[in-house]
């Protein structure tokens, strides 16, 4: 595998800079050097930032290099040009860019536990306010915990609405039916009434969960939440809001509507599971935030199963919450796929366009703006706007491009398409953008054996 350098002593050796560093402390070298550098106007030109510019692009190029070598000698690559986040044959989505590089580099670097931990410590503090935070391996398991309760907890109540399985999640009934408490299941898959919430909720002892997203609107859902919230204050009960489509980013929150963390524990939550493998691109995990009892209790149980997240996920996962908390994430992150505007896609989507028109077996390529669910039930209540490539077959297409999803194309990718009844298109949304040679050669190049390589 290709080893990329990221830190300056891996491209010169420590013995080469620490002699140009003696060299140039000399008076009569360093008076000649700064009166060099004063004459050019090195402050005006901005080295450093043309200097990071280059490098950044030089690693984008690397990197695209080193992920072609691997695909060669594996199993094809995937790229998702359908436009939905979660899919039936994408059960995961990818880490961030930068996430991913940090991870790999503490799998290989010792890291101290207690540095880890501070670390995870520092970034609930910067993002999650006060809250008390424990950073569990799963959500299933953070579920259970919560749901096994401390001593007196007394049954489990959720609602049929939100008994849903959420893609790239889970099923919520069967992770809260492994708890050690009896599952109290209230309404019908077409609503649940307050009559209901409190008939079932007779003590302060008792556990109401609800999870997001269900298969309600957006109406219909902040409704059933606050007769839910408003039944088990009134019995004392506490409520445990699995928020799977949650962020902590409030720009996404305003864009598309998902919940934000932290206003969930402010408007009736007294304890919320954030999984941190969904919108927040991160290693497979969950955060548990809130009531303090509650939460050091599941920690406490925890830690005794080896349920704690830690190491280099625990490492990865505080450096998704960091990115996606930012107000201006950076563009390796999926909350930045996810806030980048529909036009920056406009121009790849028309250079792409021109050409693939009359390649190959292609008669006609028009760019086209696409709306797409964020994913299957229950994710389809969010859409994304995006700009794609819309392929107009001639001849034996439609043949090739299946040929390429079943991972038979000479190239060594799988295309996850948008299939329509006479044509096929190619949502950009989450293909970035030094795969589109790839993607060039994988529609055109097969049919077409003299097609020139595509302009950067």
Same mark, same amino acid.
């Given at each position: 595998m290709v080893k990329i350098p990221r830190r300056?002593?891996?491209l010169v050796p420590a013995a080469a800079m620490e002699k140009l560093l003696e060299v140039l402390q000399q008076p009569d070298i360093s008076g000649r050097v700064r009166d060099a550098l004063h004459k050019v106007g090195l402050h005006d030109a901005a080295p450093l930032e043309k200097v990071r510019d280059a490098w950044q692009q030089a690693r984008g190029w690397i990197d695209s290099v080193a992920e072609k070598v691997v695909g060669s000698v594996s199993s094809p690559r995937l790229l998702n040009a359908s436009g939905q986040m979660f899919t039936n044959s994408l059960s995961t989505i990818p880490w961030g860019t930068s996430v991913a590089h940090e991870f790999a580099s503490t799998v290989v670097i010792y890291q101290s536990p207690v540095a880890l931990a501070r670390k995870g410590e520092e970034v609930a503090r910067r993002h999650l306010g006060s809250h008390t935070v424990a950073w569990l391996s799963s959500t299933s398991e953070a579920l259970r915990l919560l749901a096994s309760g401390t001593d007196g907890v007394d049954g489990v109540v959720l609602s049929r609405l939100d008994a849903v399985r959420i893609a790239g999640l889970g099923d919520i009934r069967s992770m809260l039916a492994a708890s050690s408490n009896r599952l109290i299941e209230v309404g019908a898959s077409n609503g649940v009434r307050a009559e209901d919430w409190q008939l079932a909720l007779t003590h302060k002892k008792q556990i109401v969960v609800l999870a997001s997203p269900n298969n309600l609107s957006a109406v219909d859902k902040r409704q059933h939440r606050e007769t839910a919230v408003t039944a088990a204050q009134q019995s004392g009960a506490k409520v445990i809001e699995l928020l799977a489509d949650g962020v902590i980013n409030q720009t996404l929150a305003e864009r598309y509507g998902f919940p934000l963390a932290l206003q969930? @524990?402010?408007?009736?939550?007294? #304890? #919320?599971?954030?999984?941190?493998? @969904?919108?927040l691109g991160g290693p497979v995990g969950a955060i548990v935030i809130g009531h303090a009892e509650m939460v050091n209790a599941t920690r406490l149980a925890a830690e005794n199963i080896g349920g704690l997240l830690g190491g280099a996920s625990l490492w990865a996962a505080a450096l998704t919450v960091d990115a996606a908390a930012m107000s201006e994430p950076e563009q390796s992150t999926i909350a930045a796929q996810l806030s980048v505007n529909p036009e920056n896609l406009h121009n790849r989507a028309r250079r792409l366009a021109l050409q693939l028109t009359g390649r190959g077996e292609i008669r006609d390529a028009q760019e086209v703006q696409l709306s797409t669910p964020l994913g299957?039930?229950?994710?389809?209540?969010?859409? @994304?706007?995006s700009w794609g490539v819309r392929l107009k077959p001639s001849g034996s297409l439609s043949d090739l491009l299946r040929q390429i999803a079943r991972g038979e194309s000479q190239h060594g990718l799988k295309l996850e398409l948008i299939h329509e009844p006479e044509s096929l298109s190619i949502n950009l949304r989450f293909i970035p953008p030094q795969c589109d040679h790839e993607l060039v050669l994988a529609i055109a190049g097969a049919g077409d054996q003299n097609t020139p390589s595509p302009t950067p």
């Open positions: 300056l002593d891996e969930a @524990l402010e408007s009736g939550a007294d #304890v #919320v599971v954030l999984p941190t493998q @969904l919108l299957p039930s229950p994710w389809n209540r969010y859409s @994304l706007s």
